[in-house]
């Protein structure tokens, strides 16, 4: 199974900046492509930032606002979140994914496991 560690969420104010962080363990996640998901209570997981290498996408809602990354070095993908708004808050987590396409319903491997996510709340 691939599992990745989520961590790095908090609790912030409105107009904030946090950077989640999601690590490999185990295997290398350089060459695979990483999807950031997240589910605020009573909604269905959504779609946040997708990378692959080669293409990064993100959804709607957060581009110009988020921005994912990679330290391969550190075989860890980092999504840097600012101007945060309540909206935004959510359970994050990041799974490896097939491919980053367009759109945010980015299809997860089936050799990928979800992990308990890192939390972010948005308030004042």
């Known amino acids: 199974q691939l599992q990745l560690v989520e961590s790095g969420g908090g609790l912030v104010q409105p107009g904030g900046s946090l950077r989640l962080s999601c690590a490999a363990s185990?295997?290398?996640?350089?060459?695979?492509?990483i999807g950031w998901f997240r589910q605020a209570p009573g909604k269905e997981r959504e779609g946040v930032s997708c990378n692959s290498g080669r293409s990064t996408k993100y959804a709607d809602s957060v581009k110009g606002r988020f921005t994912i990354s990679r330290d391969n070095a550190k075989n860890t993908v980092y999504l840097q979140m600012n101007s945060l708004k309540s909206e935004d808050t959510a359970v994050y987590f990041c799974?490896?994914?097939?491919?980053?396409?367009?759109?945010?319903?980015?299809?997860?491997?089936?050799?990928?496991?979800w992990g308990q996510g890192t939390q972010v709340t948005v308030s004042s």
């Open positions: 185990g295997f290398t996640s350089e060459h695979l492509p």
């Open positions: 799974v490896v994914v097939i491919f980053c396409g367009d759109g945010s319903t980015w299809p997860v491997s089936p050799l990928a496991s």
